[in-house]
């Protein structure tokens, strides 16, 4: 089936899509993103990553070119005509299209930004094979530029850290800096210790997750200890338990960090637990 896309005003067959060649986020990365996760048709932290786009805008100097509920109408009506049940909805706002290349940001006055959005359907996400296995990741050195706070689509070292995971024969990879975890190339990471979750604070160092946020906050909820503070990979190893969150994975377990096992290489309770919780409290408040 042909998709339905949103480019610039427009809802067009994805066939029919374009963008200039000038557009900055093609010649600079100067753009940003969001990925809204989708369940039973409805939209998951939609004002969570809404807040997030607002934020990595007006952080680059960008202008936002839309109100959130006309942000919401859009989401909903590509979920609408490409009947996704469960998926993931992609937007991506840029500085827009100069006359030519240059490095000094256009007048944004003269220039209209780009906004872009299209669906990708995930028939059964939420009960994704791999959070009955877990994953198995490998440290990397962090190589990324300094503000991972603001969502850009400068996503180059994320995917060689992915391709990376996928030569050493495992899911993905955990950045390290100064000896420390970050986070991995597309989400936060955690691990799990007695009733202690142990995650990196909120910095410029790492994208302020929207899912972690949530996570965190049902696992407190569900007393359990939260310490955000910086962590090696050894402490990680000896754990009891780890994972990952992120949009589009959820709450992902984790069972081998660098070739060591966690417990019984088989996913932990609490992460599975957390999974669970997140998705039951996303439905319930899904728009």
């Known amino acids: ?33 969001e990925v809204t996760s989708v369940l039973d048709g409805k939209l998951i932290d939609f004002d969570g990553h ?3 786009l607002e934020r990595s805008l007006l952080e680059l100097d960008m202008g936002v070119p839309l109100s959130r509920d006309a942000l919401l109408e859009i989401h909903r009506e590509l979920v609408r005509r490409n009947d996704v049940v469960d998926g993931m909805i992609y937007l991506q706002i840029t500085r827009g299209a100069a006359a030519d290349r240059d490095f000094v940001f256009p007048d944004p006055e003269e220039v209209p930004q780009t906004v872009v959005l299209f669906t990708q359907s995930k028939p059964g996400m939420a009960d994704s094979p791999a ?8 440290s990397i050195e962090d190589q990324r530029w300094g503000r991972r706070d ?10 060689m850290g992915k391709m990376m995971a996928k030569k050493a024969g495992v899911d993905d990879a955990w950045l390290v800096e100064n000896g420390y975890v970050t986070e991995g190339t597309s989400n936060n990471a ?24 949530a996570v965190l906050r049902f696992a407190r909820e ?43 290489g088989k ?18 408040a899904a728009i």
């Open 267 to 284: 996913p932990g309770p609490k992460a599975l637990r957390l999974r669970e919780i997140y998705l039951e409290e996303s439905r319930k």
């Open 150 to 159: 603001i969502k850009t689509v400068q996503l180059l070292y994320p995917s």
């Open 131 to 138: 959070a009955k296995t877990g994953m198995r990741v490998i």
């Open 1 to 33: 089936m042909t998709r339905t896309v949103y480019v610039n005003g427009e809802y067009l067959p994805e066939t029919e899509a374009k963008v200039s060649i000038f557009d900055r986020a093609f010649l600079m990365a100067d753009g940003v993103y």
């Open 50 to 52: 809404a807040v997030r």
């Open 222 to 264: 569900a007393q359990m200890t939260v310490e955000e503070r910086n962590f090696t990979i050894e402490e990680a190893q000896q754990g009891d338990e780890a994972f990952i969150t992120s949009a589009s994975t959820f709450v992902m377990p984790v069972v081998e960090i660098d070739g060591v096992t966690l417990g019984d």
């Open 190 to 213: 955690y691990f799990i210790k007695g009733n202690t979750i142990v995650t990196r604070a909120l910095s410029s160092d790492i994208l302020h997750g929207i899912t972690r946020a």
